[in-house]
């Protein structure tokens, strides 16, 4: 089948939704799928590539911040991706669309979908409807929310990341929605063997921003000075400043390590060197982050919210903690810095569970869903 995709996150750019557009179209591809991705461009990354059979172009939509796009940022690439769309289904004929986030990629699918008569699906990824991510995206919404209801009723088929997800979008639009989670493929990781007279390592993945609740990190780690431990914050974001000032006040700057935004590969590379994986978010559907937590076999100490309770089971192979609460993440890490025998067992059951979330059978359902689309443009 032909694919065109529209994505304004995929890697480099962006957070744990672009990995999941990668990881599907990489997967589809090898299952001899043709994909050509429309995502943006930025700084000095290729305005093409071709792999085979996945052809990602990148384009100009004065993209500024590798881990965020603004409003106009948003808008600029709507437009952008329209036009080229509209020259790529009339010269590659591609047998379907699919819109990763509803915005703002959906409107683009949406307007292709008219002009062309190609069907096109939609994969909510979170933030991307109304009630996902509040602190970003609540006052697009109030303008927005009018005009994405064609949007969502005239998707041949739509998909969910997470059962939170499609209820939060099925308060606002009257349509039929699949949960298909986010996958993984295990075999890219090699979790490091566990040694008990090493530092343990904390790791933090993601926006430093008011919903992944990055300043709770420093804050947290703060009051267990007197314990063991490193910690590396992988991402960049606009509370960047505020977290290296917390780590000054509190005289952590040889405990900690913020590389900034980084490849998949050196994320990675950085997982496997890790021993707990700490997700303090506020709101959050399926985070890329936790499945990476279980395929490079680390203890998670998370907020209860979301999806994150399938992946982690409280007492099994992590912690499940009150959102927001200082002191219930601080005494989960105490305990996994202070007895390593759990440690070393919570990380055996992430590598065990990893299996329920494997990318192939993720990447069946979404063929199923294409057919699906594709059958109700012909029926």
Known sequence: MKVLVISHEYPPIGGGGGKVVQDLCIGLVARGHHIHLLTAL?????????????VIERLPSKRTE?????????????????????????????????????????????????????????????????????????GWFRFVLPFSKPVWKHAAAIAAVSSQTRQLAQKHYSVDI??????I???????????????????????????????????????????????????????????????????LMQRFTLPGWVD?????????????????SLRDAMPMAGLQGLAAGMAIVASKIGSIPDIVADNENGFLVVPGE?????AAIMRLLEDHILLE?????????????NISEVISAYEALYQKAVERKTG
Not at 326 to 330: C, E, I, S, T
Request: hydrophobic share 40%; net charge positive; proline share 8%.
């Open 345 to 357: 067992n919570f990380r055996h059951k992430s590598s065990d569970f990893v299996a329920r979330f």
């Open 178 to 183: 699949q949960v298909i989670p986010n996958g």
């Open 66 to 138: 590798s881990f965020r796009a603004g409003f106009g940022t948003m808008a600029s690439f709507v437009w952008k991706s329209l036009w080229r769309g509209l020259k790529v289904i009339r010269t590659w004929h591609p047998d379907l669309i699919h819109a990763h986030f509803a915005v703002p990629s959906g409107a683009v699918a949406y307007a292709l979908s008219v002009l062309t008569r190609t069907p096109y699906i939609i994969t909510a990824h979170g933030g991307d409807v109304p009630g996902g991510a509040p602190e970003k995206t609540g």
């Open 264 to 280: 998949p590969v050196e994320v990675v590379n950085w997982m496997e060197k890790s021993d707990i994986l700490f997700m303090p």
């Open 42 to 54: 930025f700084e000095n990354l290729p305005g093409k590539e071709s792999m085979g059979n996945l």
């Open 326 to 330: 200082l002191n219930g993440y601080a």
């Open 185 to 251: 493929d295990p075999s890219a990781y090699q979790p490091g063997n566990f040694n008990s007279s090493k530092t343990p390592v904390i790791i933090y993945i993601g926006r430093f921003s008011p919903e992944k609740n990055a300043l709770a990190v420093p804050q947290v780690l703060s009051t267990l000075k007197h314990l063991a431990w490193e910690c590396v914050m992988l991402g960049d974001g606009p509370q960047m400043s505020e977290i290296k000032a917390l780590i000054r006040q509190h005289q």
